[in-house]
């Protein structure tokens, strides 16, 4: 009998994940707050349908939502998904939240007989589209089983990080660190080596061939060379995301000066209008503050 999922979030993310799934065979409803990627995943073999109906026949739901608020209000609002699932179904919950959050989340679910795999995700749409992200996971074991199928559909590399949820967030926490202040030190290096007579073509053909070279700086420096800032991962991910990290960080007694550092400039480039702009955006601050003239689209 084929699994049936509900993929909660049919972002970049979220609708990658959810094609992913119905190549796998599953029954996949989807559902967001926005009617057109419905549509397009019906289209697609998918379905759709109201949550008080599908939730009681659903073996997991994946939840790939922007923040703990919009996870909390898809298991627990007043039209929450947690409440109406069938005992020993599993919840996937794949945005980037606080620890405690997580293990909040693992808690209340239990109560309902649900079980709660912490699983943040890496690698971009591209890799959601072709099932080959990386999960971060931690949870129970019955979790895992649960989720196993899921797991396999989406995921290249499944990190089996403990047996009860938070340790998961925790270390999307560290990697988001990392892809955070490397968007934006792409970003400064890039428009330093403008002021140097460096093009962002030959910056990008030299440093990604060399030491300096980094995943994200290899994905998003093209984006600025193209100057197409269609967002797949938008600017108004980071503040958030480098404000998880910071806030979880204060509350372990760590100083993370470089991380807020980053999260200045995201600050300031959703103070510019580009937070909905790819993130590689952030790139137009530095510029504006050095009176630089990025590359515009080549489309």
Not at 53 to 71: C, G, S, T
Not at 149 to 159: I, K, N, S, W
Not at 186 to 191: P, S
Request: with cysteine; glycine share 10%.
């Amino acid at each position: 009998m084929s699994l049936n999922v509900a993929i909660f979030g049919l972002g970049s993310m979220g609708y990658g994940m959810a094609q992913s799934c119905l190549r796998a065979g599953m029954n996949v409803y989807g559902f967001d707050v926005v009617s057109d990627p419905v549509s397009r995943l019906v289209a697609e073999g998918g379905m759709a349908g109201s949550v008080t109906d599908v939730a009681p026949r659903l073996d997991a739901v994946v939840v790939v939502v922007l923040n703990a608020a919009q996870v909390e209000n898809v298991l627990f609002g007043e039209d929450g998904v947690a409440e109406r699932l069938q005992a020993g179904s599993v919840v996937m919950a794949c945005a980037t939240v606080p620890p405690d959050f997580a293990k909040d989340m693992e808690h209340r679910c239990a109560a309902e007989g649900v079980h709660y795999l912490d699983a943040p995700i890496s690698g971009g749409s591209a890799k959601a589209a072709l099932g080959k992200l990386g999960i971060m996971a931690s949870g129970t074991k019955d979790a895992f089983a649960a989720a196993e199928p899921v797991l396999d559909a989406t995921a290249e590399t499944v990190f089996h990080l403990g047996d009860k949820a938070g340790a998961g967030s925790a270390m999307k926490a560290v990697n988001q660190l990392l892809a955070g202040v490397h968007i934006a030190t792409m970003a400064e290096a890039l428009t330093f080596g403008m002021t140097q007579g460096i093009s962002p073509e030959t910056f990008v053909d030299v440093i990604t061939k060399c030491a300096g070279n980094s995943w994200m700086l290899e994905n998003r420096a093209p984006h600025v060379v193209a100057g197409d800032y269609t967002p797949h991962s938008q600017v108004n991910i980071w503040p958030k995301d480098l404000g998880i990290v910071l806030e979880t960080a204060r509350t372990a007694g760590f100083h993370a000066p470089i991380a807020e550092t980053a999260l200045a400039q995201y600050m300031r480039a959703v103070e510019m209008g580009l937070g909905h702009e790819d993130d590689a955006a952030v790139t137009k601050v530095y510029a504006k503050n050095a009176g630089l003239t990025l590359p515009d689209s080549q489309s």
